[in-house]
């Protein structure tokens, strides 16, 4: 049984290629640019060349490519795209407008000149990751596909898109507090999710067999909760540091009793540190997180809890390099970028039960032969 699962995140995107007949550790991986970082090269060096851009496709992940877009604009140059393209940068079409993006249908994109840069959106570029395996002879005959975006929602005009994602995640712990809630199978996206919408419709257009989408801070914390010595905790906090976005949560058993969700940029070692104590002491209020332009905060369980550990995972983890708490940098299956895709394979098993026993015997460390006996 064969998974591709791939995290995609600010930085980089993560990817790991689940093979049952592996040890985790033994599984191919790849940790690449991420889609906007991409966009954004190609988009600078359209600015470099004066040259007009236009971006077609679908939703994606913005930051690097929409600060680029920014910056080609400022330069006085002409971007053009086609509006499911242009909610990249904001749900609200006329907001992008007001950037100064050209909205324009696909009859006029195809129509432009070959002097402008066109630019295909998506997150998942199946043929670049298919072409990748295949050079080293690796074919993508997959039972599965599960991938992860951070996804602020389409919030209505007028309301806060850092509200409306807190919003999500406060809806998704309602009911059930498992970490395996900020997952969906694909045909059952909500729809607000729209980037992960776009994502799980690419991902269609080549593969008709199970695909789960998931939240990426989430799946990165999940996975973490694999780590053995993580796992051993009965009561702890885990936090995901990435490049754009922290996200911490209160754990007891595996059940989430509190969270906040930050802006990585907007955090430094005494404030992140601050944030976690008072995530541990129950006291963390929404307002605390939103008001310093933060996603909030929501505390479950106001009683405060003496962590075993904090376990730390993330690209920019370093943040908490000497901290005043007990961090520990996990590293599930000896690789800590690729928490996000083990939190991804868990959540898989969790969806589809019928993939449940082979996924956790490989979660719980099953052996397995020689990578030159698999092969033959």
């Known amino acids: 049984m064969k998974i591709l699962c791939v995290d995609i995140g600010t930085g980089t995107q993560d990817i790991l290629l689940y ?27 359209a600015t470099r060349e004066r040259r007009p851009v236009l971006l077609t496709g679908v939703t994606m992940g913005g930051g690097p490519c929409h600060w680029a877009v920014e910056d080609h604009l400022r330069a006085g140059l002409p971007v053009y795209a086609t509006p499911e393209a242009a909610r990249t940068f904001n749900d609200d079409l006329d907001a992008v407008q007001a950037m100064g993006v050209r909205i324009i249908g696909e ?44 996804d602020h929602g389409a919030a209505p005009p007028g309301y806060s898109d850092r509200k409306f994602r ?51 801070a989430p799946a990165a914390v999940l996975g973490a909760t694999l780590d053995p010595r993580v796992a051993a905790w009965r009561q702890c906090l885990v936090v995901n540091v990435g490049n754009f976005h922290t996200l911490a949560f209160r754990l007891r058993e595996g059940q989430v009793e ?20 008072r995530l541990a002491d129950g006291a ?14 929501l505390m479950f369980e106001t009683a405060p809890m003496e962590p075993e550990g904090i376990a730390v995972v993330g690209p920019r983890r370093g943040l908490l390099r000497g901290s005043r708490h007990p961090v520990y940098f996990a590293v599930p299956y000896g690789d800590m970028m690729l928490a996000g895709c083990f939190g991804l394979l868990r ?10 026993p082979m996924i956790i015997e490989s979660l719980q460390g099953s052996p397995r032969p020689a990578p030159w006996d698999v092969e033959q």
Request: aromatic share 10%; charged share 30%.
């Open 166 to 216: 807190f919003d999500y995640l406060a809806r998704q712990l309602s009911e059930h507090r498992d970490l395996t809630v900020f997952a969906h199978r694909g045909e059952e996206i909500p729809p607000a999710l729209t980037r992960l919408q776009a994502v799980v419709r690419t991902v269609r257009e080549v593969f008709d067999g199970p695909v789960v989408g998931m939240d990426t």
């Open 19 to 45: 093979d049952s007949r592996r040890e985790l550790e033994n599984a191919y991986q790849l940790i690449l640019p991420s889609p906007t970082i991409r966009v954004a090269r190609a988009i600078r060096q």
């Open 284 to 297: 963390l209020g929404f307002e605390e997180v939103f008001e310093d332009m933060g996603h909030g905060a």
């Open 258 to 277: 509190g969270l906040f969700e930050h802006h990585t940029g907007f955090l430094d070692r005494e404030k992140l540190d601050r944030l976690l104590g």
């Open 107 to 150: 009859d006029e994109a195809a129509r432009m000149d070959e002097r402008t840069v066109r630019l295909v959106l998506r997150d998942f570029d199946w043929d670049a990751l298919r072409q990748a395996f295949e050079a080293f002879d690796v074919p993508l005959r997959l039972d599965g596909i599960a991938v992860a975006v951070f």
């Open 347 to 356: 959540a898989f098993a969790a969806l589809y039960p019928e993939f449940a």
